[in-house]
């Protein structure tokens, strides 16, 4: 009893103690920290403390103590009286009535104690306790998700209608009793459902082809099959992206994928691949001319050794955690494949250096196309050796770590040289780059490009990006990645649809919080000036918070090749638009 009694002490005092001892951290927090997302408002256990702390501080002022309770025998009497008015409705019904009107009692608590201390003036309103808990300030949007009050489904109310909306439209097109009388019999149709005869039943747009089930199946017993035969590329990328995902690609699998007169190799997860499975590439596969391994954290001087002498055609590499391959064996190997290689990729790696760099301008004059991701020792000096190659088609520079940067004269300079040449630029993670990147850099020397992604180059304005894509020569962009740039609005998204808005096929709009969903509705066209974006195919709009029911519907209805769109963070797109989609390919 002694210990119930001390805990109903501290719970109704609401004090803080030392000792308190605070949760594991989500893994949704932890995704958001990892990516620079801010988290500016507080969570809901949070709003509920701060509630209750106010609440005690609220009863020692005496006046203000008899209007609250004069406000809460209001409440009391108006519950009574919508439970009397109420008698023919279910007991579900009525305590959602009474909660609405406790709710209204504690608006009114919050406002007499906002006029009463000006410091809560960013105290949320309690119809925020049935929103969804969010890392970031939610954004206002045009609806509210509720239920109703005759047949308890979910509907979703426009925010310019009246608050006194409480009923469904289908509910208000037909009697209530009728309504009530179908929601009834649809239960009770449900209850007397057998468990066994529930299926998951497929629409006829998402129902999978005959050769997807067979990668599928062949896939699960990957570990009993002998051999692939004949089969398409296609195919082969299919159950090699599916293996990888399972975490199944080893040593013996990885041999089905080995055949002497394939040129094309694409192993994305390459974990389980010892040393010895490595470097079997070079002796099953002589003919290759692309080489592709993910998360090949085992590879060594003596497997790209291999690659050296065996792989005579070899013309395209990509590397991605090899991080045991040392600046002597890169040195090389740069030398002896010299002017074959034209494509060369490298991400995760703590050894590649400047010097290895300099090796490949020097030996391989005819590169293409060159990216580098997460490298340790990137920086702003390597940028006049990139700028030595002349045949440089796509470049990629992505996420310096170990507190490097690329300065912004750096930048201009390498793109005086090489931007006239360029169809492919990304630049991910620049920080410190300013406005001149792309009024001195990209909008007078590159007028050939058709991909370009500027993620997480926070520093760029709005204003100027407008200028930016309305007065650019290169029309016809098909990829543009703009994630993350927290300055960009509809000013910005406007200007790319003029720009490229009939070409454009991959749009990137991720965590831009600025976007309004009018400004996401121009995607789908104004009927004026802007037309709908027919050629897109991907869109992502994760954390963009503007995004709803509504704007989602519409670039369905326009945008006619829309093929995937990610609404990851999007807590206004409501359970109830997923039913809508299930014929879409989406």
């Known amino acids: 009893m002694r210990g119930n009694n001390d805990n109903n002490t501290s719970n109704s005092n609401n004090a803080p103690t030392p000792n308190r001892v605070s949760g594991p951290t989500s893994a949704l927090s932890s995704f958001l920290r990892e990516h620079g997302i801010r988290v500016v408002n507080q969570s809901r256990r949070a709003r509920r403390e701060t509630n209750s ?7 020692t002022d005496s006046s203000l103590s008899v209007n609250v ?14 439970a009397a008015q109420s008698q023919v409705t ?7 009535v009474s909660y609405r009107a406790t709710t209204g009692s504690s608006k009114t608590k919050k406002r007499k104690r906002k006029n009463g201390d000006d410091s809560d003036d960013d105290y949320m309103d309690s119809d925020n ?5 969010s890392s970031r300030k939610a954004a206002i949007g045009r609806s509210r998700i509720l239920f109703c009050t005759q047949c308890n489904g979910r509907f979703v109310r426009k925010t310019e209608e009246s608050e006194d909306v409480t009923i469904c439209p289908n509910c208000r097109a037909g009697s209530p009793s009728s309504s009530s009388k179908k929601s009834k019999s649809a239960v009770r149709r449900k209850r007397t459902l057998p468990a066994a005869t529930k299926k998951s039943i497929y629409s006829k747009d998402l129902l999978p082809s005959l050769q997807d089930i067979c990668i599928s199946i062949v896939a699960n017993y990957i570990d009993e099959v002998e051999s692939f035969g004949i089969i398409s590329d296609d195919s082969f990328e299919k159950i090699a992206k599916i293996i990888s995902r399972n975490r199944k690609l080893n040593n013996q699998t990885a041999k089905l994928f080995m055949e ?46 291999g690659y050296k002498e065996k792989l005579h055609n070899l013309k395209s590499l990509e590397l991605s ?15 002896d494949i010299g002017s074959r290689l034209e494509n060369f990729s490298i991400r995760h790696s703590a050894r590649f250096t400047k010097e290895c760099l300099e090796t490949l301008v020097m030996c391989c004059p005819n590169l293409k196309e060159l990216r580098f991701g997460h490298i340790s020792h990137l920086n702003s ?15 990629e520079l992505s996420w310096t770590t170990h507190g490097h940067t690329f300065r912004t004269e750096d930048v201009v300079d390498m793109l005086s040289k090489i931007g006239s040449q360029l169809e492919e630029l990304s630049i991910k993670g620049g920080h410190d780059l300013s406005d001149d990147i792309v009024t001195n850099g990209i909008l007078k020397y590159c007028c050939r490009l058709k991909r370009i992604s500027l993620e997480q180059c926070d ?18 962009l098909s990829h543009i990645n703009i994630s993350r740039c927290i300055l960009f609005d509809d000013e910005v998204l406007k200007a790319v649809i003029r720009h490229s808005g009939e070409t454009l096929k991959q749009l990137n709009l991720h965590s831009l919080e600025l976007l309004t969903p009018a400004g996401l509705e121009l995607l789908a066209g104004n009927g004026n000036d802007l037309a709908a974006c027919d050629a897109l195919t991907h869109l992502n709009c994760g954390f963009v918070r503007s995004m709803d029911d509504f704007v989602l519907q519409k670039l369905i209805n326009h945008c006619k090749s829309l093929q995937n769109i990610e609404v990851w963070g999007c807590h206004l797109v409501s359970y109830i638009f997923q039913k809508r989609i299930t014929s879409h390919r989406i």
């Open 459 to 476: 520093q760029l304005s709005a204003k100027t990006m407008v200028e930016f894509f309305d007065n650019w020569n290169a029309k016809g």
């Open 90 to 96: 279910t007991t579900s019904i009525t305590t959602a």
């Open 381 to 395: 000096d390597w940028l006049t050796v990139i700028a030595q190659l002349k045949n440089l088609k796509a470049l």
């Open 53 to 59: 702390r106010n609440d005690n501080t609220a009863e």
């Open 260 to 305: 002497p007169y394939r040129k094309y190799l694409s192993l994305y997860d390459c974990t389980n691949m010892t040393e010895d499975g490595l470097y079997m590439i070079s002796q099953l596969c002589p003919n290759l001319v692309k080489l592709q391994l993910i998360y090949c954290g085992h590879i060594t001087d003596k497997v790209l050794g």
């Open 69 to 82: 309770s004069t406000a809460e025998m209001q409440t009391e009497d108006a519950v009574l009286e919508t």
């Open 321 to 335: 955690g090899a991080f045991l391959i040392t600046k002597e064996a890169w040195i090389s190997f740069f030398k």
């Open 129 to 133: 306790d049935f929103a969804p808990s």
